[in-house]
Nanobody, 125 residues
Framework: QVELVESGGGSVQTGGSLRLSCAAS????????MAWFRQVPGKKREGVAVIYRGGDKVRYSESVKDRFTISQDNADKTMYLQMNSLQTDDTAIYYC??????????????????WGQGTQVTVSS
């Protein structure tokens, strides 16, 4: 079993920055990758960024590429999402997720079995 706890959400103005954290505990040795997803009420959950075990391979959605950076600190067992140049469209609940394995699309949520509780990010103009 793996437990994920997010922190770092909040409210910022357009162009601002936030850093989200996801602390992992439990059987983390079995994890293949960890990712950030976000969801706006009434819309499908969107994959934002994924980082594979070892931290040397990452992938981003087109909507956040070049603005967001995913990273991990193995010593602290924590994953991060640095979000820069935030826009109003980035407003959502952000979720940390982890998987034992993912297939062709690591930004598709259906293979992620461990989820955090979510943290709200609000960007205002």
């Amino acid at each position: 079993q793996v437990e994920l706890v997010e922190s770092g959400g909040g409210s910022v103005q357009t162009g601002g920055s936030l850093r989200l954290s996801c602390a992992a505990s439990g059987d983390i040795y079995r994890l293949w990758c960890m990712a950030w997803f976000r969801q706006v009420p009434g819309k499908k959950r969107e994959g934002v960024a994924v980082i594979y075990r070892g931290g040397d391979k990452v992938r981003y959605s087109e909507s956040v590429k070049d603005r967001f950076t995913i990273s991990q600190d193995n010593a602290d067992k924590t994953m991060y999402l640095q979000m820069n140049s935030l826009q109003t469209d980035d407003t959502a609940i952000y979720y940390c997720a982890a998987a034992d394995y993912v297939g062709a699309d690591p930004l598709d949520d259906y293979e992620y079995i461990y989820w955090g509780q979510g943290t709200q990010v609000t960007v205002s103009s």
